[in-house]
């Protein structure tokens, strides 16, 4: 079965840069959830999109964005990185947006600022 | 950590004894969802207990809900080396879609 794909799965970048991750959720998903998590932390919800609009925010910096296209693929656009920014960042998607819906993860982005 | 805490935060265990870990949580919730992560991979879902259910089953996974108490457990029965991983619970808050992690629980199964 189809899974969640992110890209790249590393990525390695120097303060002050910028970066764009990608996120394709499953087929018929249409709600992309973005997570952060730092070296021995717990993931911290970002951001999420449902049917391409933003449905909900979470403690994303005023330096990252994102959007959700046409396809439902996801962008998380991050400037002026921080060596605190590295991180693993995981897409999830969902069927819906409802409360019993289960979520979907993909691999991760490594992202490592030097 | 969003949520609450998991405890213990670390736990050593033989192949083939069964391991507990709990999670508690601050407020009412929709569902609670475990999850499984091998070391700086990704999150693999093992089980979804929604708030008017008690116990669930999958496998060698149990999992209780006590909404009185606010919170969870999770007991992984006979454990093998492959079950070395971090666990964290998971849960969506009433009105809310997003999932909101615990600390983790990293249990080490020793062969």
């Known amino acids: 079965a189809a899974g969640v794909i992110q890209s790249p799965r590393h990525l390695i970048k120097e303060k002050r840069e910028t970066a764009t991750l990608k996120c394709y959720p499953i087929?018929?998903?249409?709600?992309v959830y973005w997570y952060q998590q730092g070296p021995g932390q717990d993931p911290q919800f970002l951001i999420s999109f449902y049917e391409k609009m933003q449905s909900d925010k979470g403690s994303i910096p005023d330096r990252f964005s994102a959007q959700q296209f046409s396809d439902y693929h996801s962008e998380l656009n991050m400037s002026s990185l921080e060596l605190g920014d590295s991180a693993l960042y995981f897409c999830?998607?969902?069927?819906?947006?409802?409360?019993?819906?289960?979520?979907?993860f993909g691999p991760g982005t490594r992202l490592t600022v030097l | 950590s969003q949520q609450g805490e998991e405890d213990p935060q670390a736990l050593s265990i033989q192949e083939g004894e069964n391991a507990t870990m709990n999670c508690s949580y601050k407020?009412?919730?929709?569902?609670l969802q475990w999850y499984r992560q091998n070391s700086g991979r990704g999150l693999v879902h093992l089980i979804l207990?929604?708030?008017?259910?008690r116990e669930k089953h999958s496998g060698r996974l149990r999992v209780t809900l006590d909404t009185s108490k606010k919170s969870s457990s999770l007991l992984i029965t006979a454990s093998r080396a492959a079950d070395t991983a971090s666990y964290f619970c998971a849960t969506v808050y009433s009105n809310d879609y997003k999932l909101s992690f615990g600390a983790g629980t990293t249990v080490t199964v020793r062969a």
């Open positions: 207990i929604r708030s008017n259910e």
């Open positions: 407020t009412s919730i929709n569902n």
């Open positions: 087929p018929r998903h249409d709600t």
């Open positions: 999830a998607s969902s069927a819906t947006s409802g409360f019993d819906n289960e979520q979907f």
